[in-house]
């Protein structure tokens, strides 16, 4: 049946200004490579395995269209015709559906995908951005700061909220669970919030800077809207969503409670590799802050290129632009840099994504010699080194706390 694929390729094809425009990468499994690009244009539009007695004029029109083939790259125009308004699931079933199942292909990779504005206008975007986010926490002139209290899981609330207190009047800006923290039995999620809150209070009077807390509100969808009216209720400006496990249905919903509530989504990218890593098959991360920024998340993780997360620094880059660069009505995210972070690296994160970036160290700070409060204000040590120009080791010279961390760190990127 490859003649009936065959339709669906036409090199040369200029694609509409309003149609969404698709790479994928394509490894064909004993077919030719136009059969296999016409197989994966066919399976995410109108086609089938077989040609069929009856398909009208109006409905061929909505065959997707293989208009570039370059190695083993394909470029694919959809009309904006198959896709429904505002519905993030319904596209990726679409685009990145069964095609991924197809025998005739060893492997599949969707690397991008264009939006033309006729798509996007349905969609909000975030509801802060970047310049939201630094209004909030009233800092215009450096990265912002995060921590995660190590051990991830395990604290109980009280112990939880003193590792915050000592973080934040350290001089960490914003506290965050990490992507397993919910609420467990030794830690649920109501004490947590009351514990953390309240001395987030203290350390605001001690420090005479904003200080905020990304919780995990992570959960069935009813309960998650719940859990953000509790973090509203608490005065609270943010939550943090684990995106990718939670599903783009939930955080558009989330989206919408969040407007309502008045607060900043944080989101955290848990088990993006199972599908972003394997440079063959699967999605592209790039993709996947591309559909979170549609959605409206206002920070996003997207790795360090120094620290211990796959990503190479040009790749990490690359997403950061994503995030930041003019998209029609969307409003720019922040990109968070994180996963195996210390004071020693802060340099090659500035160098790499200038001062709108979220830097969060976890064991960078808590790790320190002297411990948590000693960890924070070594980060932010480097972090005003670098703003100035001088190197970290000059700078340590008279700031005890980088000097402790360069001791037992240096430049170290971890694996």
């Not at 694609?15 to 990468?25: G, I």
Request: proline fraction near 4%; include cysteine.
């Amino acid at each position: 049946m490859s003649e009936w694929y065959l339709e669906f390729v036409r090199t040369g094809y200029e694609p509409k200004e309003n149609e969404l425009v698709c790479t994928f990468r394509v490894e064909p499994d004993g077919v030719s490579m136009e059969e296999a690009a016409g197989r994966v244009a066919s399976e995410s539009s109108v086609g089938t395995w077989t040609t069929l007695t009856k398909l009208p004029n109006r409905i061929r029109d909505l065959m997707a269209k293989v208009f570039e083939i370059d190695g083993d790259l394909i470029r694919v125009a959809y009309p904006i015709d198959l896709f429904e308004e505002g519905n993030i699931p319904q596209l990726l079933s679409s685009i990145a559906g069964n095609v991924f199942g197809m025998r005739a292909l060893k492997n599949l990779r969707l690397e991008d995908v264009e939006f033309p504005e006729e798509y996007v206008k349905h969609f909000k975007g975030p509801q802060f951005g970047i310049d939201g986010v630094r209004r909030r926490l009233k800092i215009r002139d450096r990265p912002l700061t995060a921590t995660v209290p190590k051990p991830k899981v395990g604290f109980d609330a009280d112990e939880y909220a003193e590792v915050a207190l000592n973080a934040w009047t350290g001089g960490i800006d914003l506290v965050k669970d990490d992507e397993n923290l919910t609420s467990q039995s030794f830690i649920r999620f109501e004490k947590r919030l009351e514990k953390v809150m309240k001395v987030r209070d203290r350390a605001e009077n001690e420090t005479g800077e904003k200080k905020s807390y990304l919780v995990n509100i992570t959960a069935e969808c009813e309960e998650m809207k719940r859990r953000a009216k509790l973090v509203a209720d608490h005065g609270n400006e943010f939550v943090m969503v684990d995106i990718i496990t939670a599903g783009w249905s939930a955080l558009q919903t989330i989206r919408e409670v969040c407007e309502d509530l008045d607060l900043a989504i944080h989101a955290h990218r848990a088990m993006h590799a199972a599908f972003t890593r394997n440079p063959k098959h699967g999605i592209s991360f790039g993709v996947i802050v591309k559909i979170a920024r549609l959605v409206g998340v206002d920070n996003i993780h997207v790795g360090t290129g120094v620290g211990k997360m796959a990503g190479k620094a040009e790749e990490v880059k690359g997403y950061a632009d994503l995030c930041r660069k003019e998209w029609f009505h969307l409003k720019p995210v922040f990109p968070v840099s994180s996963g195996g972070l210390h004071p020693g690296l802060i340099p090659d994160v500035m160098k790499l994504f200038g001062k709108d970036v979220i830097i969060q160290a976890g064991g960078g700070v808590h790790g320190h010699p002297d411990g948590t409060y000693a960890g924070a204000k070594a980060l932010r040590q480097a972090i005003d080194a670098t703003l100035k120009g001088i190197s970290l080791e000059e700078y340590a010279e008279d700031h005890e706390e980088l000097r402790k961390a360069l001791e037992k760190w240096g430049h170290l990127k971890p694996k």
